[in-house]
C-alpha cells in the first residue's frame, strides 16, 4: 500500500508537480503530517499546507491527483483527527476550468476522481456506521463519476437516509440521491 508522502503505488516527482505555490515538494510531508495528526488543530494546519498549494478555492493544479492518490492510500491508518480532515471532499467538487495550465500544469478532474474512487469502501463505511456527512458527498461525487458505481452509491446512501435522524444530513442525503437518481436518466 502506499505510504502517505513517498514510494507505494506510484512514486512522484513531487518536485517536479506543478501547483499554486511554487514547488510541490512539501506536499508530501504535509499530507504524513495530516494522516497523523493527533489533534484537530495539528490536522487543520496540515489541511491548508495542502489545500493552498495543490488547489486554491476549488482550482485544481497537477498535484492534485497525487496528494488524492496519497490521501486515499493513508486512509486506513490515518488518526481520526487527520482521517476527518482528509475526508473534505473539496478535491471531489473542484473544476479544472479557468486554470492557467502554464503555472499549475496539466489538471484532470477526471485523473483525480479515480483516485478518490479508490476510497469507496472507506466511504461507505463511515457513511454506514456514522453517518459521516463528509463521506455522504463522497459516495455522491463518486457515483457521479463512476457509472459502475452509481447503483452502490444509491442504496448506500438509501440505507443512510432511513437511519437519518439530522435534519441537515437526511437533507443533504436527500440531495445526493435526487443528483444521483437525475444522473442516472440523463435529466
Sequence with gaps: MNQPGGGGLVDYDWAALRCFAGSAAGLPAAVRDLLSAATGATAEEAYWRIDGVALVQG????SCT????????GLPGATEHGRRQ????QIS???????????????SYAACMREIVRGFPLYRERVETDLDA???DLILMCGLADDGLRGE????????LDAASDGDVRELIANS???LRGEASGA
Design 93 to 107: 467538487g473542484g473544476y479544472e476550468e479557468h486554470v492557467d495550465s502554464a503555472v499549475v500544469g496539466p489538471v
Design 66 to 73: 497525487a496528494v488524492c492518490a496519497e490521501l486515499v492510500s
Design 134 to 136: 463528509s463521506c455522504v
Design 153 to 160: 452509491a444509491v442504496r448506500v446512501l438509501e440505507r443512510a
Design 177 to 179: 440521491l435526487e443528483d
Design 59 to 62: 482550482r485544481l493544479s497537477e
Design 86 to 89: 482528509a475526508l473534505d471532499p
